[in-house]
């Protein structure tokens, strides 16, 4: 039976659903799961509670004053030597931006085959498939991975979390391998959702806009209907095309692949490309002006209406329940 070393994001100690996701994906196979976690100061205890309950047995923290932002040389280093040092099968993150910067490189430094964003994996003895999406949710592919070890992100929120009963993982300190040195990360500013809404591809409510927005000013009542659900705001191409929202709030095809558990389209026509990217989303919520609108058609729930008037609306009826 396969190995797998599972690499952990977290924020502030709390480890990241998207990387737990993974260890409860593996460990739900049969598969015996480690992980590896990276930062400048860790509450190991915190981290080795929440990887053990979604399955992981062992949790190899990495603490180095250079970590407190992610360093790619270092953690590939790092992670290249855990891997080679523990006869591991598998080597698996979330497919955030960090697992898609890190885990291509590491295949080839391990000699292993790559999946990238998949969203279901077979584990039969020591053969490894992997499923994954391809032309915007069109066609799945089988990856089977023949020789060396399987090297798999998996995308956020498809592959859900266990119970949380599996136990609790045996911390294990290992020292960081410096990288060569050429690139560091000296500071991240903060992204289109600001400090405080959660990161789009792993938030569990997005509240997103289009064209009819108008503007990047109109965006704030979308912000406003966010910030009451907790949400991160999303936008179509249309609306980043004509600079009301950076790219990195845009959903769909060329954008973000979301599964969010609640999805509210505002103004959003619900073109393919656009579908391509959210069309996963629990309950899709959509508020337009034309009652033909193809959103319309994968909405759980629709209000045909101006947005203008309808969202500050809703808002205004959640702050009320809220309260
Ligand atoms: C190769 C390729 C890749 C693409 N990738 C993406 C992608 O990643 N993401 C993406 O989103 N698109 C993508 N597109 C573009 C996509 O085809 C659509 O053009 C785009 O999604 C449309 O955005 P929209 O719904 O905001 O605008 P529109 O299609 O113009 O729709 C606007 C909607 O707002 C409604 N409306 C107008 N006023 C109001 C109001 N006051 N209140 C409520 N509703 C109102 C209208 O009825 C309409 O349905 C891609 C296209 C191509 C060719």
Redesign the pocket.
Known sequence: MAKALVLIEHKDSKAKKASLEVVHALHSQGVEVEAIVFGATLDKDTLATDCGAQGAKKLHVVSDASLGFYQAENYSATVENTFKAGSFGILAAAATALGKDLLPSLSVKLEGGLGVDCTGLTINGDKVSAKRPMLAGKYFATVNFKSGPAVISFRPNVMGLGDGSAGKAEIANVAMTPGAGKAKTTGIEGGAQGNSRPDLAEAERIVSG???LKSAENFKILEELADTLGAAVGA????VDAGYAPHSM??????KTVNPILYVA????G?I??MA?MKTSKFIVA????EE?PIFQKADYGAIG???EVVPALNKEIKALLE
Request: hydrophobic share 30%.
């Open positions: 289009g064209r009819s179509s191409r249309a609306a845009q959903v769909g095809q060329t954008g505002c103004g959003i026509s073109a490309q656009h990217g508020i337009n002006t034309d609108a101006d947005l203008f």
